[in-house]
T-cell receptor, first 112, second 112 residues
C-alpha cells in the first residue's frame, strides 16, 4: 500500500451519461476526501468521509453527485446525467485525523 | 467563512533567488496551514505544514511563517532551483470544518 489509488485515470463520456470513479485510500487513514480541480484553480472541496460516515457535502454539490464509502475502505463518486461543466480533474485524498492529506493522481473527466 | 486568498498568481525568479508566496485567510478559528506543490499533470504533494501554536517552521530550503493576528501565512523558498518550478497551493483548516480549503495557486517559474 504505497499511496492513494484512483481509477480510471481518464474518462471520456457523452453528455447525459452516468460515470463512476473509485478511490482506494491509504489503509490506515480513516478520512477520505473528494475534491474537484479545474485548470488554473485550486482543489475545490466536494465531500468527505470519516470511516464509512459521510460527514459533509459541499453546497456546490448538486444532487447528481453521490459518494459512498462502504465498510470504511474504498470510496466511489458517481455523477449522473453528466454535463459539460462537470469536466474536471476529480481528486481523492486520505488522511489520519485530517492532517497531512495524501492525494491520489486523480481521474480526469471529459464530457463531450 | 471559507476563503483563502493567495498572491501572486505567477512568480518568475532566477535560479538561486528566493521566492515568497503569501496567503490570507478569514476564519480566526483556522489552526492548520499546509502547502502543496503540484507539477504539471501530477497530484498535489504536501511539502510543509504549520499549526497555529507555531510561528515558523523550516525544512531545508523551505520555510513557512504564520501571523495569526494578521491572519496570513507565507511560503519561503531559498536558493531556488529549476526543479522548484510548479504550482504551489496554500490551504487552511479549522477543526470545526474538518476539511482543507485551498488557495487559487501560484505558478512559480525558476529560470536557469
Amino acid at each position: 500500500d504505497t499511496g492513494v489509488s484512483q481509477n480510471p485515470r481518464h474518462k471520456i463520456t457523452k453528455r447525459g451519461q452516468n460515470v463512476t470513479f473509485r478511490c482506494d485510500p491509504i489503509s490506515e487513514h480513516n478520512r477520505l476526501y473528494w475534491y474537484r480541480q479545474t485548470l488554473g484553480q485550486g482543489p475545490e472541496f466536494l465531500t468527505y468521509f470519516q470511516n464509512e460516515a459521510q460527514l459533509e457535502k459541499s453546497r456546490l454539490l448538486s444532487d447528481r453527485f453521490s459518494a459512498e464509502r462502504p465498510k470504511g475502505s474504498f470510496s466511489t463518486l458517481e455523477i449522473q446525467r453528466t454535463e459539460q461543466g462537470d469536466s474536471a480533474m476529480y481528486l481523492c485524498a486520505s488522511s489520519l485525523l485530517g492532517y497531512g492529506y495524501t492525494f491520489g493522481s486523480g481521474t480526469r473527466l471529459t464530457v463531450v | 467563512g471559507e476563503n483563502v486568498e493567495q498572491h501572486p498568481s505567477t512568480l518568475s525568479v532566477q535560479e538561486g533567488d528566493s521566492a515568497v508566496i503569501k496567503c490570507t485567510y478569514s476564519d480566526s478559528a483556522s489552526n492548520y496551514f499546509p502547502w502543496y506543490k503540484q507539477e504539471l499533470g501530477k497530484r498535489p504533494q504536501l511539502i510543509i505544514d504549520i499549526r497555529s501554536n507555531v510561528g515558523e517552521k523550516k525544512d531545508q530550503r523551505i520555510a513557512v511563517t504564520l501571523n495569526k493576528t494578521a491572519k496570513h501565512f507565507s511560503l519561503h523558498i531559498t536558493e531556488t532551483q529549476p526543479e522548484d518550478s510548479a504550482v504551489y497551493f496554500c490551504a487552511e483548516m479549522n477543526t470545526g470544518f474538518q476539511k482543507l480549503v485551498f488557495g487559487t495557486g501560484t505558478r512559480l517559474l525558476v529560470s536557469p
